[in-house]
């Protein structure tokens, strides 16, 4: 399938989402769309696919301008969407997702659509069952169900957001693989991701973003840095780091077993110390999620002793925990850090528990103001969070955390954000350790914790499989610990 | 600042453009119904009109149907801020007349009327107070959902009420539906004569009004119960516990019920009656939905189901017409209501907020 975009214009107001975008995608290639956050990249993908209508301009398939404006739309024609997160319907089975949308009439097709499902899981090598739950698959595995999908509606053009955040390496691997393959069938693949590595693994071509034009288009071979001058401008700086001291220790578990995952969490012990900068490397679900939330008291422990500055927490809620200075942030953060429906103002009112009865709405609007300075968050006090970007989010989140925190626990903090936040993000979690504050971390990507991390614990089917200082090992001895191949 | 002054104004208009439209949609639905029933449309809003504001003494009724609505409103809006469907507040309004009796009963000789009114109310309160938090802790410790604690509890509450009228607080020597033994004239709630209106129930509801919007909008305890309605896994990241505040919401529903069933029994009917709620409890939870959870507009729609409520009365005397015709009204204000609602939230997430990369 051959799409063109011609002139494309998306306007919200005043701000231009996309300024006039120009792109070819030819048949039978890998195209990828670089960009940092805000560079428009979704916002195109969304008017693509249906999502969203644009302010002006022309999409043509296959030489044909067309005219569309749902996803069921753009479908018809063969274009589908890959979102960045999975939209399936987590109580019902793989193939009960697999057959969504497909099926017509009354007739039960289970059997028809059984073979059909497992023919394109060979066909590509991959590893879904179909009678698993959808609720116990990674993201990865969510991802490869929905691309099974969507070719078996007919896609011709697919879509993919940010297909290679959060998932593992193998099944990004698995997935390019596929990827591949669909190329080489004829089919057009539109790649976005703020990722340069991916794009320069896979794609044929490359198109830059930034601020909502195209800045550049370029093909195979690449040079890194003139791609990077295109989505920055500027090249950014890595984070600096330097020796910290290490203090007392912060956090103990002693054969702590816990549920909840994929495989919950078995016979952990290891120690956290003061000022120690802690990655958890690991597949998705590999017990990472679970030791986060048992450190940060969001859930209670089966088995074992945990202790925090010496105290067995045994017993304690979540506020005692909170007393103690640790906290905990979630990956999800519009789900399970932020009050979507707030709007910042109010999330810095939340902060202040101290005696009195009414809110210091004064306070918390001054607070919030200079916070948002502070913290480069781009929005205005009375913004809701939901209108945030993922990296503004983020920001915020972090701008709720009290200086005084002893613990830090961040699930997979730099998901979703471009090169240049995520290294403000390392910047200011290092600061802390500056000031002798823990911080643990879990990432999918192996090169960022060993660029941010003193210490890698590697996690295996829930268990601790590897627990090393960062200039003990390499990345060949951490991707074999992950898949399960320690020693 | 002007910004934000900006975008309320708009939303108000928004809002009152909705409203008519929805006003225009259901009057013509209800007009429909009346000619298929080969009723004169304009002669049943006519009655309905004369029937509620036609006269002092009728706007006397109105008002007295007003304050508990507006009472259990209030309340109402307590649980739903944090997420709660209290749809229980029908048995706490029960209990509150409950309590309030109970307390009654030990002053029917008429001595010191006042301290006994006052505790009767204090009663009152507590009485619906406690029977939300029966439904609160089934919620948060039991896991069972409110809506269905809340109706359980409900048909508990009317029980109750039917054995004490026709066991332990019977009439002497008869027992009978049309309730327990009237009180004492000095424990009626004193009232304006040519509108058989308590003054002191007004006063309540007016002051319920005020503490609620003064609640919601400038405490704390106001700004933890949209957090945790708004998004209860991120609690955690506020040091916020979901259940306690969850039972401190019912606590202000069932007391405001609780609040609204005593002035039934001091108020209007001066005596234990089984139809004490008169489904003020459930007509509530549509007032405080058709006036999108907002402290202000519900007194006011409040007051329009309760002329609805009073003006159908005469229906089937002038009519011949069933008075359920204000039901009717009143059940497709609300569904207009809430589909409106829905295509409010459709057009919103069709906006797409830009920032969402």
Request: charged share 20%; proline share 3%; hydrophobic share 45%.
């Amino acid at each position: 399938m051959r799409i063109d975009i011609r002139d494309i214009h998306k306007h919200y107001g005043s701000t231009r989402a996309n300024n006039g975008i120009t792109l070819t995608v030819k048949p039978g290639t890998i195209h990828g769309i670089l960009g940092e956050n805000g560079a428009g990249k979704s916002t195109l993908m969304k008017i693509l696919s249906g999502y969203i209508r644009k302010t002006s301009g022309k999409i043509l398939v296959n030489g044909s301008v067309c005219d569309y404006h749902t996803p069921a739309q753009a479908a018809k024609l063969g274009i589908g969407m890959l979102y960045q997160e999975p939209l399936d319907f987590p109580p019902l089975t793989v193939l009960d997702n697999f057959m969504a949308g497909q099926t017509r009439g009354i007739k039960n097709q289970k059997d028809f659509f059984r073979k059909k499902f497992e023919s394109l899981v060979d066909h590509f090598n991959f590893t879904l069952n179909a009678d698993g739950a959808v609720e116990k698959l990674t993201i990865g595995e969510r991802q490869q169900l929905e691309i099974l999908r969507l070719l078996a509606l007919g896609t011709e053009g697919l879509i993919l957001d940010e297909p290679t955040t959060g998932i593992s390496r193998e099944q990004k691997e698995s997935l390019f693989q596929a990827l591949k393959k669909l190329a080489s069938e004829g089919k057009s693949v539109l790649l976005v991701s703020h990722k340069l590595q991916d794009a320069e693994t896979l794609c044929d071509t490359v198109t830059v973003l930034r601020e909502g034009v195209v800045t550049g288009s370029v093909d195979q071979p690449y040079d890194a840095g003139a791609i990077l001058e295109m989505m920055f401008g500027v090249l950014p700086g890595t984070p600096s780091r330097s020796a910290v001291e290490y203090g007392e220790t912060v956090l103990s578990m002693k054969q702590v077993y816990g549920s909840g995952g994929r495989t919950g969490l078995s016979n952990c012990t290891t120690s956290i110390r003061q000022g120690e900068m802690v990655g958890l490397a690991g597949l998705g679900g590999s017990g990472q999620e679970v030791f986060l939330r048992l450190a940060g008291g969001i859930k209670k422990p089966s088995m074992g002793s945990i202790e925090l500055l010496g105290e067995e927490v045994q017993g304690k809620n979540l506020h005692a925990f909170k007393k103690d200075g640790v906290v905990f942030l979630p990956a999800s953060r519009l789900e399970e850090g932020l009050m979507p429906g707030l709007n910042i103002t109010e999330h810095f009112a939340l902060q202040d528990q101290g005696d009195g009865l009414f809110v210091k709405w004064h306070e918390a609007s001054g607070t919030a103001q200079a916070k948002i300075k502070k913290f480069r968050v781009m929005g205005t006090p009375e913004s809701a969070v939901e209108s945030l970007s993922g990296g503004n989010q983020q920001r915020l989140l972090l701008s709720l955390l009290s200086k005084d925190s002893k613990l830090l626990l961040l699930e997979q903090p730099t998901r979703g954000l471009d090169v240049e936040s995520a290294n403000w993000v390392w910047w200011h979690l290092h600061k802390y350790c500056l000031r002798k504050t823990s911080v643990v971390f879990s990432s999918s990507d192996l090169d960022e914790i060993l660029m941010v991390a003193d210490r890698v614990i590697v996690f295996f089917d829930g268990r601790i499989v590897k627990d090393v200082k960062k200039d003990e090992t390499d990345i060949d001895e951490l991707t074999r610990a992950i898949v399960g191949k320690a020693q | 600042m002007n910004i934000s002054d900006n975008t309320k104004h708009t939303a108000f208009l928004r809002y009152s453009r909705e409203l008519i439209l929805t006003l225009v949609v259901v009057f013509s639905f209800t007009t429909l119904i009346l000619l298929l029933a080969g009723a004169p449309p304009l002669a049943a809003y006519y009655q309905i009109f004369k029937g509620s504001l036609g006269s002092w003494m009728k706007l006397g009724q109105v008002i007295s149907v007003w304050i508990p609505l507006t009472l259990c409103s209030c309340g109402l809006l307590y649980t739903f801020r944090i997420n709660l469907w209290n749809i229980g507040i029908e048995g706490q309004v029960m209990m509150g007349a409950i309590f309030t009796t109970f307390v009654l009963r030990f002053g029917m000789d008429g001595h010191m009327p006042g301290m006994y009114l006052c505790a009767a109310f204090v009663a009152g309160i507590a009485g619906g107070a406690i029977w939300a938090l029966f439904a609160g802790y089934l919620k948060t410790k039991g896991g069972i959902h409110e809506i269905f604690a809340g109706l359980g509890l409900n048909f508990v509450a009317q029980a109750i009420i039917l054995w004490l009228i026709f066991g332990p607080w019977k009439r002497p020597g008869i027992a009978s539906m049309s309730g327990t033994e009237l009180l004492p004239r000095e424990l009626w709630l004193p009232y304006v004569s040519y509108m058989r209106l308590s003054v002191v129930g007004l006063v309540l509801a007016v002051i319920a009004i005020a503490v609620t919007a003064l609640m919601l909008r400038y405490t704390k305890i106001g700004l933890y119960l949209k957090a945790i309605g708004s998004n209860l896994n991120a609690a955690h990241m506020f040091d916020l516990n979901p259940r306690t505040y969850m039972l401190i919401a019912m606590i202000f529903a069932g007391g405001f019920a609780g609040l609204a069933g005593g002035i039934q029994v001091t108020g209007v009917y001066h005596r234990l009656i089984p139809a004490i709620s008169s489904n003020y409890g459930y007509l509530a939870l549509l007032v405080v939905m058709l006036s999108n959870y907002n402290v202000w507009i519900s007194p006011a729609v409040a007051f329009f189901f309760a002329c609805l409520n009073v003006g159908s009365i005469q229906l089937p005397m002038m009519l011949q017409l069933d008075s359920s015709l204000s039901g009717v009204i009143q059940g497709a204000l609300v569904l207009a209501a809430l589909v409106m609602h829905a295509w409010r939230m459709r057009a919103k997430t069709l906006k797409e907020p830009f920032y969402n990369e």
